[in-house]
């Protein structure tokens, strides 16, 4: 089963205040396995940063005025999610975000039938705790020390690892069968943040065989 870490970063908090997306990070699951599927964009928002955003992430008016809008990536977006689950903390902001982008330009929203909000999965699993993405990382020993300011491949990164936590599936079963391709939809360049799988060849398997026949006669407990 295929899904999608979705994570983005905006001028401000509200829609309805005109604020608008100046990132949008997505990673690929396949049965809670990273696939290198990548897509991720800066995006010149047409309209300043507020003050309290630019703490939250860093990102400058002049930075962004060089990037490409909404508009120019959305297809790509829409297809790289098209017909997955979505997985997002606090959904609810980053929908209203999303949905008011493709509104914009006329694109169909998207549905809350396709979203698993990984804040609710929080609060249901431990009321009346901190539920903060940092507060989970805490919680499960993830390693969030690089996160110094809120970017969204970052994030994605960290809520991927959340989220097979909250889902009490520590260990992904993974999909041993060789694929070499990879997607990256990005306007930054090669990412590339999963070691690639090396997988024993035939005569290594027939070696390995042989090894236990001759070897392991014996009960050694």
Aim: proline share 3%; aromatic share 10%; net charge negative.
């Amino acid at each position: 089963m295929k899904e999608i870490v979705l994570d983005t970063e905006t001028t401000g908090l509200s829609v309805r205040d005109g604020h608008r997306i100046v990132e949008i990070g997505c990673i690929e699951l396949d049965n809670l396995v990273p696939t290198k599927n990548i897509f991720h964009f800066y995006l010149n928002p047409e309209r300043k940063v507020s003050e309290k955003a630019f703490e939250v992430h860093g990102y400058s008016d002049e930075f962004l005025a060089t990037k490409q809008k909404f508009a120019d990536i959305a297809d790509d977006f829409i297809d790289f999610i098209k017909d997955k689950k979505i997985i997002i903390h606090n959904a609810e902001f980053d929908i209203a975000h999303l949905n008011n982008e493709l509104t914009l330009i006329g694109k169909p929203k998207i549905s809350n039938a396709y979203v698993i909000d990984t804040l609710e999965l929080a609060r249901n699993k431990f009321p009346g705790s901190g539920i903060s993405l940092d507060a989970l990382c805490k919680r499960f020993r993830i390693d969030n020390s690089k996160r110094e300011k809120h970017t969204a491949l970052m994030d994605c990164e960290l809520l991927t690892k959340v989220y097979i936590n909250l889902i009490d599936q520590k260990e992904p079963t993974f999909n041993l069968v060789e694929n070499n391709e990879s997607k990256i939809i990005s306007n930054q360049g090669g990412l590339d943040y999963y070691k690639k799988i090396i997988f024993p060849s035939e005569e290594e398997l027939s070696n390995h065989e042989e090894f236990l026949k001759k070897n392991l006669k014996k009960n050694y407990f």
